[in-house]
């Protein structure tokens, strides 16, 4: 039987890596992702867990022992948000290069400046292109869903990349909501025993992590690394599907909300998709043909699935909570134009900018949104319109 | 009770409003209903004024933004009734509760033109006469779900007894305290006027500030 709870999302990823009980967590705290170490070394001290906790002295220096750990042939994990994840950087790519499925907790939060410790996507979009998997969540209860899914996709033979695990800072991380959650039997058994082929302590296979590469082999590493990524793809897929037998519960890359016959979609990224829902179950009632794409997996990038499922559209809004400062939109409009581009897509598209340093969203924002798109695809976007706009902002 | 009902706290940091907003989800998802409880983060500092919301529902609860329109509004810290629009977008069938020893004469004119039900709890009294220590959670937490009809007493009782006896199991003596908070505040939360007799406030304040009537 499943468990009916109410957890926070902290709470909800504390419980995942509770029960998945991995061999190593260095931290540094970091709010909002701070209850994540906080309750994992509660877990330990209560002799829930038997994970390695290092307390480390910045998030260089977890992201490093991680890459440590994990090499050694341990299965490990952290969490971090905003400025911890950016003290990553550096270390971030020599995980993923090295092909070490480290499981990232990101509790997404905004960089400085101005200092703000509230949700924005701007930490993980920025390393969008460090070579990790990147899984969002709408709600508590997909930030544990995926959670759990993590170490199957990343430690997959096919894969072997690290995996970041994203949900919304303070909106999802602190909000205490239902959840349903798994036996920790069911839990185990899904995640399984983490038996690396290579790893530096094993006896008899002597190797070395992390060396130079020539021009000669470098860019064969490169293309193999692209390869994991690809490959990932199917990978997401089927380990859903798995995970579908033993929850309940229905994943994909994205998720299409009443988008079948929609004329009008909003794409969006995490929480704001759950207030999007309210706003199409209400244009509905009123005949609009309005639908959501919700991304669930940014990294790899579904773009030609993303245009497929959009290729009923008339007009597309493409949310980032996120600003890129490319003069140009944020990521996923960026990204999402472009596979639009490719697919021949004839819509209009909306890049919108929304959210940042926790700027609410509201129902009535994403109606407007779906007025404005309305209007562009009855009377084309005009020459003084913007196609990369804000909303949300105080005039 | 209707689908939705949104509750919105007024506080201010270290007071447990946020701490009140997620007792009052937790209790309400004791019952079996759909919960939201959440914080708006503000400073992170001592007596900032702090916002915390509840969503309680029959059907699962999608949204993820804040409450601008709520069916009730608790303030825990009087003094905010000076500096923050506390009854903002507050529906007028709904009601505001809030904590304090002043008079209904002095309360009712800082509501501004709010129509709808005033409640008041003098949550100092119940604590210090409960428990000896002020923590105005749990007079407000009882006060609250008094106002909104989320559950019954006796359900709410039961509730709140099971959860209280678990979390203070090695501390029997602020079990009972605490539960003789949430039964005093039960009783003594008070209703003070709604539209009606908002007039007649108006008039005293009018004539206490020497304007005349």
């Excluded at chain 1, 090295?98 to 979009?125: F, K, Q, T």
């Excluded at chain 1, 020539?214 to 064969?220: A, I």
């Excluded at chain 2, 608790?74 to 009601?95: F, I, M, P, Q, R």
């Excluded at chain 2, 203070?168 to 005093?184: R, Y």
């Amino acid at each position: 039987m499943a468990i009916k709870e109410r957890m926070s999302g902290n709470e909800a990823v504390a419980y995942a890596m509770k029960q998945i009980n991995p061999d190593v967590m260095p931290a540094f705290p970091i709010t909002p992702s701070t209850e994540l170490p906080q309750f994992v070394s509660s877990y330990i001290a209560d002799g829930e867990m038997d994970t390695e906790f290092i307390p480390v002295e910045s998030e260089h220096s977890a992201m490093s022992a991680a890459i440590g750990a994990e090499a050694a042939g341990a299965r490990t994990m952290t969490a971090t948000s905003s400025a911890g994840l950016a003290l990553m950087w550096e270390m971030l790519y020599v995980a993923a290069s090295n092909r070490l499925p480290i499981a990232l907790a990101l509790v997404n939060r905004a960089l400085s400046g101005p200092l703000n410790i509230n949700c924005e996507h701007s930490d993980s979009m920025g390393a969008r292109d460090s070579g990790w998997i990147q899984i969002y969540a709408e709600d508590n209860q997909e930030a544990y869903d995926n959670f759990i899914q993590a170490y199957r996709i990343a430690e997959h033979p096919d894969v072997m990349l690290p995996i970041m695990i994203c949900q919304d800072g303070f909106i999802i991380s602190h909000g205490v909501s239902n959840i349903t959650l798994l036996e920790d039997e069911k839990v185990k058994a899904f995640v399984g025993e983490y038996c690396p082929k290579h790893y530096l302590l094993k006896a008899d296979e002597a190797m070395a992590v992390g060396p130079y590469a020539v021009s000669c082999y470098g860019m064969e590493a490169k293309r193999a690394q692209a390869q994991a990524m690809i490959n990932a793809k199917q990978v997401i897929l089927d380990v859903a599907s798995v995970y579908k037998t033993i929850s309940g519960r229905s994943y994909g890359l994205f998720e299409a909300y009443r988008l079948e016959d929609a004329d009008y979609a909003i794409v969006a990224i995490g929480s704001a998709c759950g207030t999007t829902k309210d706003a199409i179950d209400a244009l509905r009632v009123q005949g609009k043909k309005v639908g959501l794409l919700k991304v669930r997996v940014f990294r790899p990038f579904p773009g030609k699935e993303l245009a497929e499922a959009l290729k009923n559209c008339q007009a597309i809004a493409i949310l980032d909570r996120c600003e890129s400062f490319s003069a140009n939109g944020g990521p996923l409009a960026a990204e999402l134009s472009a596979a639009l581009f490719q697919a021949k897509s004839q819509a209009e598209v909306l890049k919108i900018v929304y959210g940042l340093n926790g700027r609410d969203y509201t129902v009535t924002e994403a109606e407007q949104i779906f007025a404005d798109l309305e209007e562009i695809a009855e009377n084309g976007m005009g020459a003084d319109a913007a196609e990369y706009r804000y909303i949300g902002l105080r005039e | 009770m209707g689908q939705l009902t949104e509750i919105r706290w007024h506080g201010r940091g270290g007071q447990g409003a946020k701490t009140a907003a997620l007792l009052l989800a937790d209790v309400a998802f004791s019952i079996g209903k759909y919960v939201q409880g959440f914080p708006e983060y503000g400073p992170e500092r001592m007596g900032a004024p702090i916002t915390a919301y509840d969503r309680i529902s029959d059907v699962s609860i999608r949204v993820h933004s804040n409450i601008y329109e709520p069916d009730f509004v608790v303030v825990v810290d009087d003094t905010l009734l000076h500096d923050v629009d506390v009854t903002s977008g507050l529906k007028e069938e709904g009601a505001i509760l809030i904590n304090t020893e002043k008079e209904k004469e002095e309360i009712l004119p800082l509501l501004k033109d709010y129509q709808g039900a005033v409640y008041t709890i003098n949550a100092k009294k119940v604590c210090m006469e409960t428990m000896g220590k002020y923590f105005p959670n749990m007079p407000m937490l009882a006060a609250v779900v008094k106002i909104s009809g989320v559950m019954e007493q006796e359900v709410f009782r039961k509730e709140m007894e099971a959860s209280l006896q678990h979390k203070f199991e090695k501390k029997p003596e602020v079990f009972a305290g605490n539960m003789q908070a949430l039964l005093q505040a039960w009783e003594e939360v008070t209703f003070i006027g709604s539209a009606a007799n908002r007039q007649m406030s108006r008039i005293y304040a009018a004539q206490a500030s020497g304007l005349g009537a």
